[in-house]
Nanobody, 124 residues
Framework: QVQLVESGGGLVQAGGSLRLSCTAS????????NGWFRQAPGKEREFVAV????????YYAASVKGRFTISRDNTKNTVYLQMDSLKPEDTALYYC?????????????????WGQGTQVTVSS
């Protein structure tokens, strides 16, 4: 079994920054593709960013491109999401997800494991 634990969420003013972390434990999951998704109240879960195992390939949703950066440290089994220039519309519960090999993409169904989420609230 694989467990994903997110951390780093919180309350920040518009224009501020947060760094989310997602640490995997349990059964070794490698190689793996990791993604970040978010879900605001009353809305569907939406794709934010994805990174492949080597970290050499990343892809972002248009709404966060240029402001968010996904990265990983495989020695620490951790994936990060650096969020800069935050906007009130970025407010959501942010989830980390993992998929075996290169399966992960831009839809939730492509992922095998999920964390419980970490809340990000951006005030105007």
């Amino acid at each position: 079994q694989v467990q994903l634990v997110e951390s780093g969420g919180g309350l920040v003013q518009a224009g501020g920054s947060l760094r989310l972390s997602c640490t995997a434990s349990g059964r070794a999951l490698r190689p793996a593709t990791n993604g970040w998704f978010r879900q605001a109240p009353g809305k569907e879960r939406e794709f934010v960013a994805v990174i492949n195992w080597s970290g050499g390939i990343t892809y972002y949703a248009a709404s966060v491109k240029g402001r968010f950066t996904i990265s990983r440290d495989n020695t620490k089994n951790t994936v990060y999401l650096q969020m800069d220039s935050l906007k009130p519309e970025d407010t959501a519960l942010y989830y980390c997800a993992a998929a075996l090999g290169a399966r992960g993409g831009r839809t939730p169904a492509e992922y095998d494991y999920w964390g419980q989420g970490t809340q990000v609230t951006v005030s105007s």
